[in-house]
């Protein structure tokens, strides 16, 4: 009878689906592996150029961090961080409603809202004729490198960018409508004497790191396409734990960041499809929309970007719905406010009256398994020691204008012991209900996932990443 009634529900919905859609789960093939080869061959990411757009490499940089000596630590560790990462976003918000909020606001006034640690993929650039591997982030504008003479640096793989070894580098100056661009950009003043002509910036992040030096033209090239007059940030005291990366490259929607600045050539469009964690997996960055280029096995599917006059430079989706294998998720807060997708947050974080019904109907399904105890802001665990493979429900986020984010296998359960012997459901709940919801890029793996910047929309598609 009740699933009679569930057949009809789904029926009217335009849909039918199966009760208990499942995908099989490996603990086999989805554990962690200790990353081999060398540090440096995972620098340096390959790119090219196919039909106008460009290709550019995209790997997970746990496996270019060299050895990790205890990766329980490390998952945990990760956690925490992208716990941090989400309160600083949220407080960027403007919700001062909470203690711990204001407290982070009066120490860390000017933020960019992002966690370095918690940025996970890197690609390779040519800027003034020089390979530089830099960090993906699509929630912050500036693109920087570390930059000679270097008054503080941490330590990258890569030798730092020497701007006297450019003829095509040029300086760039206070009174220029560039310089002042930098105010919306970095969320940060430009720093302008007066005697001081060159215009400097400032970007803090979130936990603590920033870089600091000037604003510079340089000549880039995304594989093989030249972006001319490159605006970037040439950084002369930086501080963080980059993971040997040379800097950031910026995907947010500001005119400072790297969408922005070539939107002539690529048409204000990209996409990435982000690799699972497994050794050596690549993935890739296109600059450009041609579909052609992708490899995605369900066809894209569309929603638009919804403004958010509070964080304008990320990327804000109306989501609409939740389904847990095959199953609508019934809660009240669905497409009340815009959720923001990031690729700098891990974990996807739901309202907490939706994260409940999500568990709920996941337990439900996902039933007869053993409970773990619950792992940092994860408390949907499971001792899975013994299994060879499990079957899991499906889980799918649903977007205004019938657009869905079929979450692939290796983005269900975050696995707590390496060996995928206890496992947590890679959701998180947030602390209220008027946070802001996040898709995360745990969630966001082996999909083509194409932003389109001029006409204000996001696809979807599945895809199993490669470069080539
Ligand atoms: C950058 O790296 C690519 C691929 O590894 C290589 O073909 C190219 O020559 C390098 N460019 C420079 C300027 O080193
Ligand atoms: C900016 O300042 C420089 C000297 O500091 C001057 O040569 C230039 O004309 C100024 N440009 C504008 C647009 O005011
Ligand atoms: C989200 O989409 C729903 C369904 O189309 C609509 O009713 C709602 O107003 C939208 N919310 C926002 C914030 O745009």
Same mark, same amino acid.
């Given at each position: 009878?009740?699933?009679?009634?569930?057949?009809?529900?789904?029926?009217?919905?335009?849909?039918?689906?199966?009760?208990?859609?499942?995908?099989?789960?490996?603990?086999?093939?989805?554990?962690?592996?200790?990353?081999?080869?060398?540090?440096?061959?995972?620098?340096?990411?390959?790119?090219?150029?196919?039909?106008?757009?460009?290709?550019?490499?995209?790997?997970?940089?746990?496996?270019? $961090?060299?050895?990790?000596?205890?990766?329980?630590?490390?998952? #945990?560790?990760?956690?925490?961080?992208?716990?941090?990462?989400?309160?600083?976003?949220?407080?960027?918000?403007?919700?001062?409603?909470?203690?711990?909020?204001?407290?982070?606001?009066?120490?860390?006034?000017?933020?960019?809202?992002?966690?370095?640690?918690?940025?996970?993929?890197?690609?390779?650039?040519?800027?003034? +004729?020089?390979?530089?591997?830099?960090?993906?982030?699509?929630? =912050?504008?500036?693109?920087?490198?570390?930059?000679?003479?270097?008054?503080?640096?941490? @330590?990258?793989?890569?030798?730092?960018?020497?701007?006297?070894?450019?003829?095509?580098?040029?300086?760039?100056?206070?009174?220029?409508?560039?310089?002042?661009?930098?105010?919306?950009?970095?969320?940060?003043?430009?720093?302008?004497?007066?005697?001081?002509?060159?215009?400097?910036?400032?970007?803090?992040?979130?936990?603590?790191?920033?870089?600091?030096?000037?604003?510079?033209?340089?000549?880039?090239?995304?594989?093989?396409?030249?972006?001319?007059?490159?605006?970037?940030?040439?950084?002369?005291?930086?501080?963080?734990?980059?993971?040997?990366?040379?800097?950031?490259?910026?995907?947010?929607?500001?005119?400072?960041?790297?969408?922005?600045?070539?939107?002539?050539?690529?048409?204000?469009?990209?996409?990435?499809?982000?690799?699972?964690?497994?050794?050596?997996? =690549?993935? $890739?960055?296109?600059? +450009?929309?041609?579909?052609?280029?992708?490899?995605?096995?369900?066809?894209?599917?569309?929603?638009?970007?919804?403004?958010?006059? #509070?964080?304008?430079?990320?990327?804000?989706?109306?989501?609409?719905?939740?389904?847990?294998?095959?199953?609508?998720?019934?809660?009240?807060?669905?497409?009340?406010?815009?959720?923001?997708?990031?690729?700098?947050?891990?974990?996807?974080?739901?309202?907490?009256?939706?994260?409940?019904?999500?568990?709920?109907?996941?337990?439900? #399904?996902?039933?007869?398994?053993?409970?773990?105890?619950?792992?940092?802001?994860?408390?949907?665990?499971? @001792?899975?020691?013994?299994?060879?493979?499990?079957?899991?429900?499906?889980?799918?986020?649903?977007?205004?204008?019938?657009?869905?984010?079929?979450?692939?296998?290796?983005?269900?359960?975050?696995?707590?012991?390496?060996?995928? $012997?206890?496992?947590?459901?890679?959701?998180?709940?947030?602390?209220?209900?008027?946070?802001?919801?996040?898709?995360? @890029?745990?969630?966001?793996?082996?999909?083509?996932?194409?932003?389109?910047?001029?006409?204000?929309?996001?696809?979807?598609?599945?895809?199993?990443?490669?470069?080539?």
């Amino acid at each position: 009878m009740f699933s009679l009634i569930l057949l009809y529900l789904s029926i009217s919905n335009g849909r039918v689906h199966c009760y208990g859609e499942k995908k099989a789960f490996s603990l086999q093939r989805l554990q962690w592996n200790q990353p081999s080869g060398h540090a440096l061959s995972c620098l340096s990411g390959k790119s090219r150029r196919e039909n106008g757009a460009t290709i550019l490499e995209m790997k997970h940089r746990d496996y270019c $961090s060299g050895k990790i000596v205890d990766w329980s630590k490390k998952l #945990q560790k990760r956690l925490i961080l992208d716990n941090f990462h989400v309160q600083l976003l949220q407080s960027r918000k403007g919700n001062m409603a909470f203690g711990a909020e204001v407290a982070m606001k009066a120490r860390m006034p000017l933020t960019s809202g992002i966690n370095l640690h918690t940025l996970n993929y890197i690609v390779t650039i040519e800027l003034g +004729g020089r390979n530089m591997t830099v960090i993906v982030d699509t929630g =912050s504008d500036l693109t920087w490198v570390q930059c000679q003479p270097c008054k503080s640096c941490y @330590n990258q793989k890569e030798s730092l960018f020497n701007p006297s070894a450019s003829h095509s580098y040029q300086s760039v100056l206070c009174n220029t409508s560039a310089c002042r661009s930098l105010h919306y950009g970095s969320w940060n003043s430009p720093l302008c004497g007066t005697k001081q002509p060159i215009c400097n910036y400032v970007v803090n992040y979130g936990d603590g790191s920033y870089t600091r030096g000037e604003l510079a033209r340089e000549h880039l090239s995304l594989g093989k396409t030249p972006v001319k007059d490159f605006l970037f940030g040439c950084g002369r005291d930086n501080k963080g734990l980059f993971g040997g990366a040379s800097g950031i490259m910026g995907l947010g929607r500001s005119t400072l960041s790297v969408i922005s600045q070539s939107s002539a050539l690529f048409g204000g469009v990209f996409s990435y499809c982000l690799p699972s964690t497994e050794a050596g997996a =690549s993935g $890739s960055l296109v600059m +450009g929309g041609d579909s052609s280029l992708f490899k995605n096995f369900t066809p894209f599917s569309y929603t638009k970007m919804v403004p958010n006059p #509070q964080l304008s430079n990320f990327y804000f989706l109306n989501l609409t719905g939740i389904s847990v294998g095959g199953v609508a998720v019934q809660a009240p807060s669905f497409a009340k406010g815009g959720v923001l997708i990031d690729s700098g947050t891990i974990i996807t974080r739901l309202a907490p009256s939706v994260y409940k019904a999500v568990k709920a109907e996941f337990l439900k #399904q996902f039933s007869g398994f053993p409970p773990a105890p619950g792992f940092s802001i994860l408390d949907t665990c499971f @001792n899975l020691g013994g299994y060879e493979e499990v079957d899991i429900p499906t889980l799918e986020l649903h977007f205004e204008g019938n657009a869905k984010l079929n979450v692939d296998v290796t983005g269900m359960f975050y696995l707590v012991k390496t060996d995928a $012997s206890q496992v947590c459901l890679a959701l998180a709940s947030l602390s209220n209900e008027d946070e802001i919801g996040i898709v995360g @890029n745990y969630q966001q793996k082996n999909q083509r996932i194409i932003y389109d910047t001029k006409q204000s929309k996001l696809g979807f598609a599945g895809e199993t990443c490669r470069f080539r």
